[in-house]
């Protein structure tokens, strides 16, 4: 445990050698090399790039279920899964524009998981995660089989990438990079400002002792509904853009397995961080790509990746860089 | 202001409390002792809708609470601590006391307000050196006073301190009833606590009332209660006088 006299120590010494513009540096650097990565890298590179930070915004998104409110569910997948083909069927059978048909498929997430969640959050713990976790399942098998809606196993497709808004296009890995980056920038100082603020507080507290909060006087389901919205139309939202973004759906995208992953981004990154989350998303995505030749082998990656979190550093990479003396 | 009647509650074939009824008024300092599961706990727990109760209404203001989800009783102006603490572990003593105050006025108000009240309320305890301590880092002692802040932040107006006094030395016990005594006289908090320490409760409370197995066994002022001779057989034992 860091105490915080030996906290007060670090930081004063990271003051001492380092001036507050260079502790920005970082960010900075990151920021520059994310949005001229077009220009250098190869569309390959851009595409995982694109994909990773979908995967960023749905893990940062969690994290204010999971890191925040302290519940542990298994149903991202499911709502980013929704999002994508609501947005893709609006778009495609009925022929709204992505601006239309997006605010449209964001809202019914809500509204979905606002309906599974009032009273899926009554169970508590493993419960709560079991019933999730076939909630993924179920939603899944309805993407799988519903020929007629989602296209079944043959995939969905034919959506086209987003309309254009005024000189500026989204066709293209570039331009669709471009936008799922600004969505991620968006999203993440919104996520932020939730956290830091009053709610955010309610939230922690409910994470740490919910009897306590509930005694104090806080509607402790009613914060824990909120949360578990808000993560979904997170997913959802970057759902929608993974639609357009790939033109293409297909069922096993959204199976459980995406579900599981979200959970291991936001564990192995460290959870209640929101940045830990993100790290955690380019990581996995990197190692999922780089073994893309035998998938068999990630689930053993995973289990090792996961058991040694646990095991080393239950507060995952961010906890690591905390206790070496990075803020 | 409280009023509790026929209150009953069993755990499979054990009465914990049997058609306990009892009215608290307003600016009273009640205690509630009795031996160790005499039903003391449980009945706080009854009060604050943490427990429902198998029959019985408990009315505050002369509205029915009973059965509430504990966050409406808590919002009708009841407080409490726990026997056993609680304690959010990761958050600083401020931070613990502000939820308290962001619970109470809600997250949207004034920030300054809220600080305000925060730190009100930390000074009053006498936690100001440790404000930016980490709660995990506090002795149970500071934990209790950290908790009990915490309920004062709410401003309630009717308290539930279960056992607060326990693990205290004579010095601190002191304390603590000149504080519980400033807050039920200056800030007008109805004060209703179950304690072992008697030397706290004869000091501190106007009325008390003991229970045992479950029902209400005495009531009276603590000169009453000294004397009476159910009360010295059953919780204090055979042939022994309280001095």
């Known amino acids: 445990m860091v105490s915080r006299n030996k906290s007060n120590i670090n930081s004063f010494r990271m003051r001492l050698f380092y001036p507050r513009a260079i502790r920005f540096l970082p960010i900075v650097v990151i920021m520059v090399i994310l949005i001229t990565l077009p220009l250098y890298a190869s569309s390959y590179i851009v595409f995982v790039a694109a994909i990773a930070l979908l995967y960023a915004i749905v893990a940062a998104g969690y994290d204010v279920l999971l890191g925040y409110t302290g519940q542990l569910s298994f149903c991202q997948g499911a709502f980013y899964g929704i999002g994508a083909y609501t947005s893709a069927i609006l778009t495609v059978n009925y022929g709204w524009s992505f601006w239309q048909a997006m605010p449209v498929a964001v809202l019914f997430v809500g509204l979905i998981s606002a309906i599974i969640g009032y009273p899926a959050l009554r169970l508590r713990g493993a419960y709560f995660a079991v019933t999730t976790f076939f909630l993924a399942h179920f939603v899944y098998l309805i993407f799988l089989n519903e020929v007629s809606l989602t296209g079944g196993p043959l995939g969905f497709r034919g959506i086209r990438p987003p309309e254009p808004i005024g000189p500026l296009s989204f066709e293209g890995i570039a331009n669709g990079y471009l936008l799922i980056l600004f969505s991620f920038i968006i999203i993440f100082i919104l996520l932020r400002m939730l956290v830091n603020s009053n709610i955010g507080l309610i939230l922690k507290s409910i994470a740490q002792d919910d009897v306590l909060a509930e005694s104090i006087g806080i509607n402790v389901a009613a914060y824990k509904l909120l949360s578990f919205v808000i993560s979904a139309i997170v997913a959802g939202y970057a759902g929608t853009l993974f639609a357009h973004f790939f033109g293409i759906l297909h069922p096993t995208t959204f199976s459980w397995f995406l579900s599981e992953m979200v959970v291991i981004m936001t564990l192995v990154g460290g959870a209640g961080t929101l940045i830990g989350p993100i790290l955690g998303a380019g990581i996995v995505t990197f190692i999922l790509e780089f073994l893309r030749f035998a998938p068999e082998i990630r689930y053993i990656a995973w289990a090792i990746a996961l058991i040694a979190i646990l095991m080393f550093e239950p507060k995952g990479l961010m906890g690591l860089l905390k206790r070496m003396g990075v803020r | ?243």
């Open chain 2, 1 to 243: 202001m409280l009023k509790v009647m026929g209150l009953t509650k069993s755990f499979g074939k054990l009465v914990a409390v049997n058609n306990l009824s009892f009215t608290v008024s307003e600016g009273e300092r009640v205690a509630i002792i009795g031996p160790n599961g005499a039903g003391k706990t449980t009945t706080f727990n009854l009060i604050t809708g943490h427990l429902k109760p198998d029959r019985g209404v408990v009315e505050f203001y002369g509205r029915n609470i009973t059965g509430l989800k504990p966050y409406k009783i808590c919002r009708a102006g009841i407080g409490r601590t726990f026997q056993i603490v609680r304690a959010f572990p990761d958050f600083t003593v401020f931070e613990h006391v502000l939820v308290g105050a962001i619970s109470r006025y809600g997250p949207r108000a004034q920030m300054d307000l809220l600080k305000n009240q925060a730190e009100n309320v930390i000074q009053k305890l006498g936690l100001s050196a440790k404000k930016n301590t980490l709660v995990r880092n506090l002795t149970i002692v500071d934990k209790k006073r950290v908790e009990l802040a915490t309920a004062l932040a709410l401003k309630p107006k009717l308290l539930l301190l279960d056992e607060l006094m326990a693990g205290l030395n004579p010095t601190e016990i002191d304390e603590y009833i000149e504080l519980l005594k400033r807050l039920n006289e200056e800030d007008g908090i109805t004060l209703i606590v179950v304690e072992h320490v008697m030397r706290a409760v004869m000091k501190l409370c106007n009325r008390i009332i003991v229970m045992h197995y479950g029902t209400k066994l005495a009531e009276g002022t603590p000169m009453e209660i000294a004397t009476n001779r159910d009360v010295i057989e059953a919780y204090l034992g055979e042939g022994v006088t309280y001095a």
